[in-house]
């Protein structure tokens, strides 16, 4: 294996990103009905070089160094039901594959929505999450997260926060 020096993770990394709203649907909200939804886009490629091999997760380092290609990619959709509640949908993926050591190739979806509304100053929310992440081709995490929250000032200078 060559020998390289200690240098930054990220070597290289282009991204893009898209944006917008349905035209359609616009001519609906002028006739009175929802708001149109708000679509994005986002996608990531590069190179990473990591001097020390590793999977966090589960807690393991190499001292192996290895270059990798990294694949991300986002998908948003939001949709305002009022003044008070919008909605969330969300899908992102993350790759990351290596050039030797394969056994850390990683591979990530995770599926979410977020549903957030006001009550009488309050923003109150429930959030869901599937993730299903994958290690060297086999499954590695599966992960179901359901999470309700609220928020807001107690007074000028206090902010609270509760969620589970």
Same mark, same amino acid.
Do not use: C
């Given at each position: ?85 919008? !909605? %969330?949908?969300? @899908?992102?993926? #993350? ?5 030797? *050591?394969?056994?850390?190739? +990683? ?18 929310? !429930? %959030?869901?999450? @599937?993730?299903? #992440? ?5 499954? *590695?995490?599966?992960?179901? +997260? ?19």
């Amino acid at each position: 294996m060559m020998s390289h020096p200690n240098i930054p993770l990220l070597l290289l990394y282009l991204t893009g990103s898209i944006s917008g709203t349905s035209t359609a649907l616009a001519a609906e909200q002028k006739s009175g009905g929802l708001p149109a939804p708000r679509f994005s886009a986002e996608i990531g490629a590069g190179v990473e070089y990591d001097s020390n091999i590793s999977v966090e997760e589960v807690d393991r380092a190499s001292s192996e160094s290895d270059y990798a290609l990294t694949l991300d990619a986002n998908l948003e959709m939001r949709q305002d039901f009022s003044d008070t509640t919008e !909605l %969330s949908l969300n @899908y992102d993926y #993350s790759q990351n594959k290596y050039h030797e *050591f394969s056994q850390v190739d +990683r591979q990530t979806h995770i599926l979410g929505s977020d549903l957030a509304f006001k009550i009488r100053g309050l923003d109150s929310g !429930l %959030s869901g999450y @599937y993730i299903n #992440s994958r290690l060297d081709g086999s499954k *590695f995490l599966e992960l179901y +997260r359901l999470s309700p929250s609220i928020s807001g000032f107690l007074s000028k200078k206090w902010f609270a926060r509760g969620a589970y």
